[in-house]
């Protein structure tokens, strides 16, 4: 620690040199992302980007997100019940000003990326400390920060993170994170349905069956610009009919990640009489294939089981251009375990401000957080 500095940007255009240099491995650490952020952001949501320094050479960049919750004006409209209602009275009222250290937008570990080896107890310090220091900039600034939140962490990353001073914080496991490993034996999609057992072979025909009549489309810049405002009613509806959210995307947020990524970002248009009813996003990650935001219309999704079929289409852009792994984040679990997704357990730590809510928040979070019940599927011979 004694060699390892941080310093903490309010805007990219701040960043130091070779930034992405060291961010080379996490697409949603680089700069083109961070533009997006910057100029797309959930309007409840400022970003600010963390440099750490080994002296003076930068080994590590980070990024931590304030969210104020009172600016929503829904945390998600799709439960609608007493326990639901207290949740969100809790969080409104005692938790909605918000840091995290990583990317609350996004599933899996997108926090920090390091070029040079340097051990987790020490990363956990410096998070904490960058935690404290955003917190304390931020209360100069007339907001005081209820909760912080360090998300998304694999287990054995967890496991060491708790040798630091993430071991006297609440660690707190969510829905997990849905992944798909591809086989390298799969050249082709058919090889991929070829593996599917009977049942779920019949899925799949069924779905394709029900697909007729839809045309699938990847859109360009100008096509995203001129579909901007359905492509953003279809996405909010989605969103929100989630059960929870912490925020929504800004309308420009799709055109402005095309514009910044190009080809790395595809959005994949549905469109039933040459109406737009639907799409998906993926962005290319190195040899990960990364799910984004979708969207549809909920009246075409359930006659030609859209959803589903997306998944399908997504897992053949997956094959075909031989990644290894497609991220399919949480949400829906059910259905992307039956074609082919493993659920994977993340870690987060939180704590709260109030010295008296804190003691008790191993009570409090399980009472906040709907109870998962759902079956894996097993989809393959």
């Known amino acids: ?57 930068l080994i590590g960049v980070a990024l931590a997100q304030y969210l104020d919750l009172n600016k929503l004006e829904s945390f998600g409209e799709r439960d609608k019940c007493y326990k639901t209602f207290i949740r969100n009275f809790v969080f409104k009222n ?40 955003i917190s304390l900039y931020l209360k100069k600034h007339d907001i005081k920060i209820h909760i912080v939140s360090f998300k998304d962490f694999y287990r054995d990353c967890a496991l060491k993170l708790k040798e630091s001073i993430f071991g006297k914080m609440y660690e707190f496991n969510t829905q997990p994170n849905m992944i798909f490993e591809l086989l390298p034996q799969w ?15 019949d899925q799949y025909k069924r779905a ?22 359905r492509i953003y009613d279809l996405y909010y509806y989605v969103a929100k009919n989630a059960p929870f959210n912490t925020f929504f995307l800004a309308k420009n947020h799709f055109s402005s990640f095309k514009n910044h990524f190009g080809n790395r970002f595809i959005l994949e248009g549905y469109f039933m009489n040459k109406e737009l009813v639907g799409f998906h996003t993926l962005l290319l990650n190195g040899d990960t294939l990364e799910t984004y935001f979708l ?13 589903l079929n997306m998944l399908y289409n997504m897992t053949k852009f997956g094959i075909e251009h031989q990644f290894k792994k497609i991220i399919f984040g949480r949400t829906a679990l059910e259905i992307k375990s039956s074609i082919g997704a493993k659920p994977v357990v993340m870690s987060g730590f939180i704590y709260h401000n109030n ?23 097993h989809p393959f011979k």
């Open 1 to 57: 620690m004694e060699t390892t500095t941080y310093k903490i940007y309010s805007s990219i255009t701040q960043l130091p040199d070779y930034w992405d240099e060291v961010a080379n491995e996490n697409a949603f650490l680089q700069i083109p992302y961070l533009k997006v952020l910057e100029e797309s952001a959930p309007k409840n949501m400022r970003c600010f980007y963390i440099g750490v320094f080994e002296k003076t050479e």
């Open 94 to 133: 005692f938790a909605s000003h918000a840091l995290f250290l990583g990317n609350n937008m996004i599933t899996g570990q997108n926090s920090y990326v390091f070029n040079k080896k340097i051990d987790l107890k020490t990363v956990g310090e410096l998070l904490y400390e960058c935690a404290n220091e």
């Open 187 to 201: 050249k082709t999609n058919e090889d991929y349905v070829a593996s599917f057992s009977k049942k779920y072979r």
């Open 208 to 229: 394709h069956k029900k697909f007729d009549g839809i045309e699938t489309r990847e859109l360009s810049l100008d096509d995203i610009i001129l579909h901007e405002n």
């Open 295 to 307: 969207g549809y219309d909920e009246q075409v999704q359930k006659e030609k089981m859209l959803y």
């Open 355 to 377: 010295k008296w809510i804190n003691r008790y928040f191993d009570k409090i979070f399980p009472r906040l957080e709907p109870a998962l019940i759902w079956q894996e599927r």
